[in-house]
């Protein structure tokens, strides 16, 4: 497995903390046939949250397909706390399950200029999801949220429906390929009566037709979960596509 060289991240956390006209950094790992992961591991990381915590130009951070784990979550999520200029932080694909999940939870709480957090393909799982969605109720910055593939069942996403209740910066939500069923379904549609900020919602999931089903829900049921709130222009369910603005709803189905 290849590495970057210890040396080249202590000279970009340098950099950093001097505060260079760096904006966008990507650290994102290089995942081919012929090539294997370019992973950061724990050493890596701890250099640039060091760098992190001082920087004040820094505006998108994308550490994805990593080796950081809760370890090196925990240590991001601490520097990005009293990081007031970064604006996007991705770091999906990290192996990072609810350990992680709350440190990054206890960010959010405090950090009201953070507007992307990307950690889709990890395993927050439902313990995780919960600690989100508390986090949800008090940050008042954060506008995309992506979720994706976390094994999140029914239990976290009530907690992450109940949150939405509340918030009033999210406007970008992905909780697809998570367990989400007709329950989960109804959990979404109840709290698109209050949320009057959400625009785009994804809940698709690979077993569409097992978990939901065609006769339950329908397009009219479909229909009637999205008219119920002013501000959703896009909703996803698997492969179907239902897209409204104002009171048009216009579908679009996949082949």
């Given at each position: 497995m290849y590495s970057i060289a210890l040396y080249s991240l202590k000279h970009l956390s340098l950099l950093l903390k001097l505060n260079y006209a760096v904006t966008i950094l990507h650290l994102?790992?290089?995942?081919?046939?012929?090539?294997?992961?370019?992973?950061?591991?724990?050493?890596?990381?701890r250099e640039i949250a060091a760098g992190l915590s001082l920087n004040t130009t820094l505006r998108e951070l994308y550490l994805g397909y990593n080796d950081i784990k809760n370890e090196g979550t925990k240590l991001i999520a601490r520097a990005v706390r009293n990081n007031h200029?970064?604006?996007?932080?991705v770091i999906g694909d990290n192996d990072i399950g609810a350990e992680g999940a709350k440190e990054l939870a206890a960010t959010l709480k405090v950090n009201h200029t953070l507007l992307?957090?990307?950690?889709?393909?990890?395993?927050?799982?439902?313990?995780?999801?919960?600690?989100i969605a508390s986090a949800l109720k008090f940050n008042r910055g954060l506008e995309t949220l992506n979720l994706n593939y976390n094994r999140i069942h029914l239990e976290g996403i009530s907690e992450l429906a109940s949150a939405l209740k509340k918030n009033d910066s999210l406007t970008f939500l992905s909780v697809a390929n998570n367990a989400?069923?007709?329950?989960?379904?109804?959990?979404?549609?109840?709290?698109?009566?209050?949320?009057?900020?959400l625009q785009w919602l994804n809940l698709s999931t690979?077993?569409?037709?097992?978990?939901?089903?065609?006769?339950?829900?329908?397009?009219?049921?479909?229909?009637?979960?999205s008219l119920r709130n002013s501000a959703l222009t896009s909703l996803?369910?698997?492969?179907?596509?239902?897209?409204?603005?104002?009171?048009?709803?216009?579908?679009?189905?996949?082949?």
């Open positions: 994102r790992a290089i995942n081919c046939h012929a090539i294997e992961d370019n992973k950061i591991n724990i050493v890596g990381v200029t970064l604006l996007a932080l992307t957090l990307d950690i889709g393909f990890n395993n927050i799982r439902d313990e995780g999801a919960k600690e989400i069923d007709i329950k989960a379904i109804r959990k979404f549609s109840l709290m698109l009566r209050e949320n009057r900020r690979p077993n569409y037709k097992e978990q939901i089903g065609t006769t339950s829900i329908g397009d009219e049921g479909v229909k009637k979960l996803y369910l698997c492969t179907l596509s239902f897209s409204r603005l104002k009171r048009t709803l216009k579908c679009a189905r996949k082949a």
